[in-house]
């Protein structure tokens, strides 16, 4: 596990690079450690490597994870596709939703959320090339869902983000991420506590930065690559 510890501080050396380039303080990009796929062993590395916030896609895979560390006190986030059936695992275990897209599953995550845990912070993922098969809101529309999404009690709105094509280049990366962080900019005009923004994955953080991200998904440039999806979901 030397690795996570060696990869972790490469890591920390470019944020601090790219957030110095953008004339911004060095610990204004939080890391979360994206863990879907990796053991228990490898998270409990990262942890001890320092690291605090834990991203999974798969609601059972996490909470099975999440089970076999319970006292370790991390801060997991939820990135990926939320199912309508596994609303109440997200709701009830994680502090932050990454891929907040629908009504529905607002409605039923403000419901599920208990009242004894603080309100589940969330940020809306917007689909902002307009890919067909890929989650996410369009750009045209968050105005309004994050209007309806601050109007839950129990789900605290926080920001955007997105996921780029994966094929696309730096160039185009920087125009869509730029159309993101104007977004943002727009919804904290209008009055919405909106602070951050998640862009950026293991191949392009440093240029999500750049645009303005201050929080990054990382997972492969961190851990290494990913066992084959777990059967358990
Ligand atoms: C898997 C995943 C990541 C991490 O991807 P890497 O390329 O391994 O860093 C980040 N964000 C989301 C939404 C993911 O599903």
């Known amino acids: 596990m030397i690795q996570i510890t060696d990869h972790l501080a490469e890591i920390r050396e470019r944020v601090a690079n790219a957030l110095e380039r ?4 060095s610990n204004d990009a939080m890391i979360v450690a994206v863990s879907k796929q990796q053991s228990v062993e490898a998270i409990r590395a990262a942890a001890g490597a320092g690291l605090a916030h834990f991203g999974e896609s798969y609601a059972q895979e996490a909470a099975t994870k999440q089970d076999m560390l319970e006292d370790s006190g991390l801060t997991w986030h939820f990135v990926g596709k939320i199912q309508g059936n596994k ?15 629908r009504a529905r599953i607002a409605t039923r995550l403000d419901a599920q959320r208990g009242d004894e845990r603080p309100a589940l912070n969330v940020l809306i993922q917007v ?6 098969q ?8 968050v105005a ?5 999404v601050d109007a839950q009690s129990r789900l605290a709105l926080r920001g955007l983000m997105t996921v780029p094509p994966a094929s696309s280049s730096d160039a185009e990366r920087r125009e869509l991420y730029g159309v993101v962080r104007d977004l943002g900019e727009q919804l904290r005009r209008s009055g ?3 602070d951050t923004l998640s862009m950026g994955m293991s ?17 492969t440039a961190l851990f290494g690559p990913r066992a084959p999806a777990m059967a358990a979901r």
């Open 22 to 25: 953008a004339g911004r303080p």
């Open 144 to 148: 309004e869902f994050a209007a309806f």
């Open 127 to 132: 689909n902002v090339a307009g890919e067909p």
């Open 203 to 219: 191949s392009d953080y440093e240029l999500a930065i750049g645009c303005g991200s201050n929080c990054i998904r990382i997972g």
């Open 192 to 194: 919405l506590p909106v």
């Open 134 to 141: 890929k989650s996410g809101i369009p750009a045209a529309e």
């Open 87 to 101: 609303t109440r695992v997200v709701a009830e275990r994680f502090d932050w939703v990454h891929s907040l897209d």
